[in-house]
């Protein structure tokens, strides 16, 4: 479905020098088409028998990719090569989709059936209705979102086999447009509601407000502002590269698992507060702070090492630099909360507030501690009436093109292996069994 990589050897190696033996190993160097080269160690075990360790992966290229391209120092994000602020000022979601998908941005023929044919997937197999009503109301929509994607597998047999590009592709095509029913389902079904289809007249973002806030009672009008608003919020969340949830999507693709498998165990692993659980727990962070007053204790024990509290929404792996999708994200904020005229809720007062002093403050500056994309995103959906609860889910959605992406470039690299770590083991040796009696 993608194009390949341009990943290639060079003539440089690096020397690994043991010094309690002197012996020196040649280590091949690998260069892509941008970024920092990177040591080849494939054949590291093999012919040094040493392991390497880097619990974290902070240093470590998990495989070749063309999809999306990040320099956290300099704040840049490309898709396919286009800079992110390209993309969310010129683009819509359904093309960024074609895009990450295809590898080129599509003509206006390719987007248009491009368009009408995740528009015909948006509808789920009626008999999901009794998969998600055997849930518990209170669940938490993520939960439901992990259940009702991997149940995909169940209801949509035809399109698992992955070795058949076709099933590949329609597997993709269905999780990218089913997954705002199914999110907007989980909405409706935790206050009560009837669930909303659909509407082929909608594009992506208004079809999920649609489905999200209307009911059969009275005609539903989308707020193009809104629509907007959350367009561009899909765009900034469809790829990050190889992140936690990415990297689970691949691992768990490794084996061989169907793909609504593969990215239900994305959404499993996006759903902590470390990462795409972060727009949650900023509000819930904001909630508990309560008032402006309270931002300078908040501050203080965010840089307490003996306390586990962190400012949630602040720092990033990758960026040391401002993350490039909340700047965008902050200019969006500011449109929305015009637009709805929320500017004077006390919350996101409070949010400003605790923005500013924490660019200011020397621990955050000095740590390049800035807001990421989930400090704003959260105050966005919030302003636009969206439950807290469902922030995460919202994530997902936007993220599903990107799993779908990585998993499809990751089926077709000819390279690719069952992911399989080792680790440093620091357990007991070998020791003999007793039996009960002699256990004392
Ligand atoms: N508040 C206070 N201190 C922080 C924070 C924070 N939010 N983030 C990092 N630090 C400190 C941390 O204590 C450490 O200090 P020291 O060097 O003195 O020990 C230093 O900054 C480096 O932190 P780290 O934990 O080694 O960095 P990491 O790359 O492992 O973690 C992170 C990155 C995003 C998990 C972390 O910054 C964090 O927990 N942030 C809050 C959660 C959050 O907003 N996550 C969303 C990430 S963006 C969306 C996505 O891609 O999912």
């Not at 003509?107 to 009794?130: C, G, L, P, S």
């Not at 208004?206 to 539903?220: G, I, K, Q, S, V």
């Not at 629509?227 to 900034?236: E, F, G, N, P, T």
């Not at 990215?263 to 962070?285: F, Q, R, T, Y």
Request: aromatic share 10%.
């Amino acid at each position: 479905m993608s194009e390949k990589a341009a990943a290639q050897a060079t003539n440089n190696t690096v020397t690994l020098i043991d010094n309690a033996t002197g012996r020196r190993f040649e280590l091949p160097v690998m260069k892509g088409s941008t970024g920092p080269d990177v040591i080849d160690v494939r054949k590291l075990y093999q012919d040094t028998g040493f392991f390497t360790f880097d619990p974290g992966y902070t240093s470590t290229g998990s495989c070749e990719s063309s999809i999306t391209y990040i320099d956290g120092d300099a704040g840049v994000l490309l898709y396919r090569g286009y800079p992110i602020e390209q993309l969310a000022e010129h683009s819509d979601f359904m093309e960024c989709c074609y895009l990450l998908l295809y590898g080129d941005l599509p003509t206006a023929d390719q987007k248009r059936k491009f368009e009408h044919d995740i528009t015909y997937h948006t509808m789920v197999h009626e008999q999901m209705h009794k998969f998600i009503e055997g849930l518990r109301r209170d669940s938490h929509p993520m939960a439901v979102m992990v259940g009702m994607v991997g149940a995909l597998s169940a209801f949509y047999h035809d399109s698992t086999d992955i070795t058949n590009p076709r099933h590949r592709m329609v597997a993709s095509y269905r999780m990218i447009a089913k997954m705002p029913t199914l999110a907007t389902w989980a909405y409706k079904y935790s206050i009560g509601q009837p669930f909303i289809y659909p509407r082929n007249d909608l594009r992506y973002s208004e079809n999920f407000l649609h489905m999200m806030f209307a009911t059969p009672c009275e005609p539903y009008k989308v707020n193009p502002v809104l629509a907007k608003a959350m367009d561009r919020i899909l765009i900034l969340h469809a790829d990050h590269e190889q992140n936690a949830s990415t990297s689970t999507v691949r691992l768990a693709g490794s084996s061989g698992a169907n793909p609504f498998a593969c990215i239900a165990a994305g959404i499993a692993s996006l759903w902590g507060p470390a990462h795409g659980g972060a727009n949650e727990a900023v509000l819930k962070m904001l909630e508990e702070i309560g008032d402006k007053s309270r931002v300078p204790e908040y501050i203080k024990r965010a840089k307490d090492k003996d306390d586990p509290f962190r400012l949630m929404g602040f720092g990033h792996r990758v960026y040391h630099n401002y993350d490039p999708r909340a700047r965008i994200m902050r200019q969006s904020c500011n449109e929305v909360l015009d637009e709805l005229n929320v500017r004077d809720e006390p919350l996101l007062e409070l949010a400003m507030e605790l923005e500013r002093i924490a660019l200011e403050d020397d621990y955050f500056v000095s740590k390049k501690l800035y807001p990421n994309v989930d400090f704003y995103s959260g105050i966005i959906f919030r302003a636009m009436g969206i439950p807290v609860s469902l922030f995460t889910v919202l994530f997902a959605v936007a993220r599903t093109v990107g799993w779908v992406a990585q998993w499809n470039e990751m089926i077709e690299d000819p390279t690719q292996k069952i992911g399989r770590p080792r680790q440093l083991y620091a357990g007991p040796t070998r020791r003999e069994f007793k039996l009960l009696a002699q256990r004392g």
